[in-house]
């Protein structure tokens, strides 16, 4: 949850190799990986469902949304988390490598994403510096709304 108006909170995660950051107020929980039951006919970046406390939650593969992979994400281990989402009273989950660290942003520091009709540079929000790494910001209502 963002601190006050100038600043923003993010879980830094990996990616298909890549850093990128997911707004913390919009995480729900972090978990290792769980089963992922496949669901026939859905979207190819749609892994399948997990059992989240009673729940059913769809899980999304970032590596396929980003088009960081045609096909799959290859083998799954325990390094990979998913990490759960709540947007708009629906709960998403996406598959990541791994989870770093929680990082606070000025938003002043964060140079916004330039309007694209590139499908994968619609659900960034912007670049931020954190230590010696550019992050990419996802802009979570986009990527799930």
Same mark, same amino acid.
């Given at each position: ?5 100038? =600043?923003?909170?993010?879980? &830094? ?8 950051? &997911? ?8 978990? @290792? ?8 006919? =859905?979207?190819? /970046? ?19 949304? /980003? ?15 998913? &990490? /759960? ?21 000025? @938003? ?5 994403? @330039? ?5 994968? @540079? ?7 510096? &954190? ?15």
């Amino acid at each position: 949850m963002s601190t006050n108006n100038s =600043t923003m909170q993010i879980i &830094v995660v990996e990616i298909g190799g890549e850093k990128y950051g &997911v707004q913390i107020e919009y995480i729900t929980s972090i978990v @290792k990986m769980l089963r992922i039951t496949r669901v026939p006919g =859905t979207k190819n /970046f749609i892994r399948g469902v997990v059992n989240l406390r009673g729940d059913v939650i769809p899980v999304i593969s970032t590596n396929i949304l /980003f088009e960081l992979s045609a096909e799959d994400d290859g083998e799954l281990d325990d390094s990979n988390r998913i &990490v /759960f989402l709540k947007i708009d009273g629906n709960n998403y989950g996406i598959l990541v490598d791994s989870v770093y660290e929680v990082v606070t942003l000025k @938003k002043k520091d964060i140079d916004a994403a @330039k309007e694209s009709e590139d499908k994968n @540079k619609s659900y960034i929000l912007g670049v931020g510096q &954190v230590g010696e790494n550019l992050v990419t910001i996802l802009d979570t209502e986009r990527l799930l709304g």
